[in-house]
């Protein structure tokens, strides 16, 4: 009897012990799983309030990442009508927003180069000063040390020296500058809703809508227009030029005239022709350039220009 119940309070103490794990066991699977879902919770949540990341995406033309565009516009010469404007001297880029917020887009001419002549942001051109206008542009003013290689910027307390010669940095106001004054031809650039729009105006900044709907997006537009300098009216004593084209005029715009030896003395109190001094200077300085470019010069070369245009697209928030 003594040992049976021996055995059976070690039978006892056993089943306890199991009792016991299996527990314990049951507890740690638990734990592990519990604490497997609140880090899964936590995560869900974390993930939730970064909030949905809005997609950004403007297509230039076939080339997504394209911000930067060359535009050539070959043989131009004054006095162009308005259909070979409109044909030739025109130039479009089309943007698409393929993104989830509203964009803005703008533009800057980036460089110019006409006749070997080039003109590019960020670099520094020879920049005449005289006595007078000496002072109203100290500040943007530079000139260039030649012992270092590096453009120095003129103090404020400086005077003017004719020996010098001055810089200034090419930045996006002096371009403009430079297009508006320096040449006979007229730039004209801007963003355009519909694509090959060559009559509406064009506009410096255009908002675009978000990818999905209706206006998201835009044509980028150039123009170069080569008008004569002015037009004279034909003197009552003025005998017909041959080598003149005369026009006719209806309010502001000037209409090229068929006009010949036998028409002229009848016509020549509607008529006027074109002072192009300035056109001419141009038309030698293009002869020069491609005679030494070539060794000869033909009639269409006239005057070619390449700009490089960036236009630059941003996120927009407004309303």
């Known amino acids: 009897m003594g040992r049976r119940s021996l055995r059976t ?65 070959n043989q131009i010469y004054p006095g162009m009508n308005e259909k070979e404007t409109a044909e030739t001297l025109n130039k479009f ?25 080039t003109y590019t942001l960020g670099e520094y051109i020879e920049t005449p000063v005289t006595a007078t206008t000496f002072n109203s542009l ?35 106001t002096n371009m403009s ?21 060559v009559t509406t105006a064009a506009v410096p900044e255009m908002i675009i809508s978000k990818f999905g709907e209706t206006g998201n997006a835009t044509n980028f ?31 502001s715009t000037y209409t090229k005239a068929t006009v010949g030896p036998t028409t002229f003395d009848s016509l020549k109190s509607t008529l006027y022709y074109a002072n192009d001094i300035e056109d001419t200077y141009w038309g030698n300085k293009a002869a020069e350039y491609y005679q030494e470019q070539s060794g000869s010069y033909s009639a269409e070369d006239i005057v070619s220009v390449k700009l490089v245009v960036v236009v630059h697209a941003e996120e927009y928030l407004g309303e």
Do not use: C
């Open 9 to 73: 309070r070690e039978n006892v103490v056993n089943h306890s012990r199991k009792l016991t794990i299996i527990p314990l066991i049951f507890s740690v699977i638990f734990l592990v799983t519990g604490t497997y879902a609140w880090f899964t919770y936590f995560s869900d949540v974390d993930i939730n309030l970064t909030g949905h990341v809005v997609s950004w995406k403007i297509n230039f033309d076939e080339d997504a990442n394209l911000t930067e565009t060359v535009m050539e516009f």
């Open 177 to 197: 500058n430079i297009l508006a004054t320096k040449y006979p031809f007229k730039f004209n650039f801007g963003f355009v809703s519909a694509e090959n729009d």
């Open 138 to 172: 100290i500040g943007d003013l530079y000139t260039f040390d030649s012992t270092s290689g590096t453009y120095i910027v003129v103090a404020p307390s400086a005077t003017y020296n004719a020996s010098t010669t001055y810089y200034s940095l090419l930045d996006q």
């Open 221 to 251: 537009r150039a123009n170069i227009s080569w008008p004569y300098e002015t037009y004279i009216r034909v003197d009552n004593s003025d005998d017909f030029n041959d080598h003149l084209d005369y026009y006719t005029k209806s309010g």
């Open 93 to 117: 880029l089309s943007i698409e927003n393929q993104g989830e917020t509203k964009a803005k887009v703008t533009y800057y001419v980036k460089s110019i180069e006409i006749l070997g002549e």
